[in-house]
């Protein structure tokens, strides 16, 4: 489903990815880890299209298509998801606007007709209650004045709503308190069914307790220096990065 | 060849020679603001001796008066010598079918969705019998007649009903008030007159049917609507269809009256010709419009939306005279590439328990230049007066600047004033996680706007809003990357 071939991304003149390569299929839950500042967030960014990252090497192919080559709409209409890890607030529209829009985009792009209003909010119900989103929320401004962990519910629950192939989920267990992590948890592997593939970042193994990856990778400086299974967090977890990195230090000294 | 404009120059210096002011039969005055032009224009419109005199009284102020330049923009250049203030109606060049109109034109009007027939009589194209706006009006006109609201253009009402003209004219915005007013008063070519009696509610909305009609009114406008006691109008002014016009400056006067407990409530959408990208060949509009409630528990709300002209300068103005009288104005003044707007309100209270509402959203996208100005003032008699200002201004990009000028003049100790000022910025953040969710940076931008405007929008009648969102995402399209 998707490609990632020696991708190489700098920002502002400053080289972040360097030489990433990494293969989803259908229905994986892929993990990636690694210490602050690696390049996790911005790698993310590269793949939904956000315009200050540089693409200066390597390919990107989702579904046979090339993603690198498409405006970030169009890759969101395609089926790539970003949960973002620092979602914004936009004042004057509300949550439920904004979703009807941004379903009947994607939905014209694929060339069905807009969802009718009554099936719009039986489908909005039915989504609600898989992250426990208030109603309440649903009429408000999207985002502005949410707390942290509403703002990361409305991501998970405006994945449900559009049901994207392809989920990357930036961070969204930080600044989440561990009931709120469960409901979320939950909420994620609810939408796991055989098709969708995640992508979920994280520096925790705390997430990972709940979400079972099928994979997971050390990202550090920009590349991916190691990959393994859901015991690998668990190694991360007892023996932080340290290890990883000497052990990077020697390969590359050799 | 000769062309036509060396045949009227021809003709317009031969009348000159005989001295044009009695001849009746002649269609464009030569250039030139004087009084014989005026006597000429008075003549033409074969205007009582009174109306003359008032139109000399205006030029006589006007010759006294110069550009004001506390703006928040460098006057353009006006030659008002160079003008002409007189051109008879003239008939549009008839086109035979709409494949004869400018495509980019047609392609604004398919965005607005207006009606084909609507578009046919816009643009001139001969319209059938299905969409007969002459009809249509005389139609209204007799429900109107029976209920005795004098709706017609001002020449007409100076015919027909010389003693309320007489009456009202120069009482809200005098001759002597600045000097676009007194250019008006001196040279108006016509407009509108509306007069609802005692007791009676409108039941349509002044103007809707009369849009494409009332186009050709030209560029000194006068106005004069009046509500007596107990009476409601609702009057639209404007057309969303983008208005080209060879005249650049525009310098209407409106006047408002409304006795007790009635109530006027005015709405214009603005979309004059902006000019090109640099502002070049774009309408200067410089209205002056101000409405007095005379009467206790009287209301007068203005609502605008100001998205055309290269200059927009404005302050439909409430003067709150009767007790417990209200005043609202609410507003949206969108600029883009070089495009300036200076535009708000002035209330000022002078009975008592009178009220006031401000609302203005602002938007500056491209090199657009956006000010919101308004005074607030109440009187030692305005006791317990209140005044809500509120007033935003939006951002689109970093070229584009906005400014707020707000002016508080309070004389009674009893009033209570409130001022909230919001900027915000759309953000590239705020596009991108829009973008990111299936939505395009057009669309995300007018979803944006239009959650930031809606409360002015509401103001509008609900098909005059419908137009007016289209309009402003038309007019913000390309704003943004
Ligand atoms: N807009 C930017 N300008 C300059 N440097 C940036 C920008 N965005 C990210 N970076 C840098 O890129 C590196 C990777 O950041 P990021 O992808 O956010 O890491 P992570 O998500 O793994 O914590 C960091 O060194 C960060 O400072
Ligand atoms: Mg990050």
């Known amino acids: 489903m998707l490609t990632i071939k020696n991708l190489h991304a700098e920002v502002e003149g400053k080289k972040i990815l360097k030489g990433i390569n990494l293969e989803i299929n259908k229905g994986e839950m892929h993990a990636i880890m690694g210490p602050n500042g690696s390049g996790k967030s911005s790698l993310a960014s590269v793949l939904a299209g956000r315009d200050n990252y540089t693409v200066t090497e390597g390919e990107v192919w989702f579904n046979g298509k090339n993603l690198l080559d498409m405006a970030p709409e169009d890759r969101a209409r395609e089926g790539v998801f970003l949960a973002f890890q620092y979602p914004v607030e936009i004042p004057g529209v509300s949550n439920l606007n904004f979703l009807k829009t941004a379903l009947n985009e994607i939905r014209a792009y694929k060339g069905l007709p807009a969802l009718e209003a009554r099936e719009f909010l039986k489908l909005t119900k039915e989504k609600q209650q898989l992250v426990d989103f208030h109603s309440n929320l649903m009429n408000r401004s999207l985002n502005e004045g949410f707390s942290g962990g509403e703002k990361k519910r409305n991501e998970i629950f405006q994945l449900a709503m559009l049901d994207p192939q392809l989920a990357i989920l930036d961070e969204t267990d930080s600044g989440l308190d561990i009931d709120a992590l469960r409901i979320v948890s939950n909420g994620v592997n609810k939408l796991r069914d055989g098709e969708k593939s995640f992508v979920v970042i994280t520096h925790y193994q705390r997430l990972l307790e709940y979400i079972i990856p099928d994979f997971v990778h050390v990202l550090y400086n920009g590349r991916i220096i190691k990959t393994g299974t859901k015991e690998l967090a668990l190694e991360l977890e007892e023996r932080g990065y340290d290890w990883l990195k000497e052990e990077l230090h020697l390969k590359e000294s050799v | ?481």
């Open chain 2, 1 to 481: 060849m000769i062309n036509s404009n060396e045949i009227i120059d021809d003709i317009a210096n031969k009348e000159y020679e005989f001295g044009f002011s009695t001849d009746i039969e002649m269609d464009m005055a030569p250039p030139g603001l004087n009084e014989d032009i005026i006597r000429f224009i008075s003549a033409k419109k074969n205007e009582p001796e009174w109306l003359l005199e008032w139109r000399l009284k205006g030029f006589a102020a006007f010759k006294k008066m110069e550009f004001p330049k506390w703006q928040h923009f460098e006057m353009p250049e006006l030659d008002l010598q160079a003008l002409s203030y007189y051109a008879a109606p003239k008939k549009k060049v008839q086109l035979n079918s709409l494949d004869e109109v400018d495509p980019e034109l047609l392609a604004t009007f398919a965005k607005l969705g207006i009606p084909l027939n609507e578009q046919k009589a816009l643009t001139g194209v001969a319209v059938d019998a299905v969409f007969d706006s002459v009809s249509v009006a005389t139609t209204f006109k007799g429900k109107l007649k029976e209920m005795g609201v004098i709706f017609c253009s001002f020449g007409e009402a100076v015919q027909e009903h010389p003693d309320l003209v007489k009456k009202y004219l120069g009482s809200v915005v005098p001759h002597t008030d600045n000097i676009f007013a007194a250019l008006n008063a001196a040279v108006f070519s016509d407009g509108s007159f509306v007069y609802i009696p005692k007791g009676v509610r409108c039941p349509m909305e002044l103007s809707t049917y009369f849009r494409i009609n009332a186009q050709n009114t030209g560029q000194f406008e006068r106005t004069l609507i009046i509500a007596d006691d107990n009476s409601y109008v609702s009057y639209l002014e404007g057309c969303t269809a983008p208005m080209r016009d060879e005249n650049q400056l525009h310098a209407a006067v409106v006047e408002l009256v409304a006795m007790e407990h009635a109530e006027i409530k005015y709405s214009t959408v603005q979309n004059w010709y902006p000019g090109d990208k640099d502002g070049k060949g774009g309408i200067y509009n410089f209205v002056t419009k101000r409405g007095i409630c005379k009467g206790t528990a009287s209301k007068i709300s203005w609502t605008q939306v100001e998205t055309g002209s290269a200059i927009t300068w404005k302050y439909p103005s409430v003067i709150l005279q009767g007790d417990h009288s209200e005043g609202e104005f609410y507003s949206v003044a969108v600029v883009r590439n070089k495009q300036i707007a200076d535009t708000g309100t002035k209330i000022h209270h002078i009975g008592k328990g009178t009220k006031s509402r401000i609302i203005s959203k602002g938007i500056s996208a491209g090199r657009g230049d956006n000010s919101y100005r308004g005074l607030v003032s109440v009187g030692p008699r305005a006791d317990n007066a209140r005044n809500f200002t509120q007033c935003d201004s939006l951002l689109i990009g970093n070229q584009c600047g906005s400014h707020t000028f707000p002016y508080i003049e309070s004389r009674n100790k009893t009033a209570m004033i409130e001022h909230e000022a919001t900027t915000s910025k759309i953000g590239e953040d705020q596009i991108f996680y829009l973008n990111q969710r299936g939505i395009d940076s057009e669309k995300t931008v007018a979803l944006i706007v239009n959650g930031y405007v809606k409360e002015v929008l509401n103001q509008l009648p609900m098909e005059f809003a419908v137009e007016a969102q289209k309009l402003l995402s038309i007019t913000l399209e390309g704003s943004v990357g």
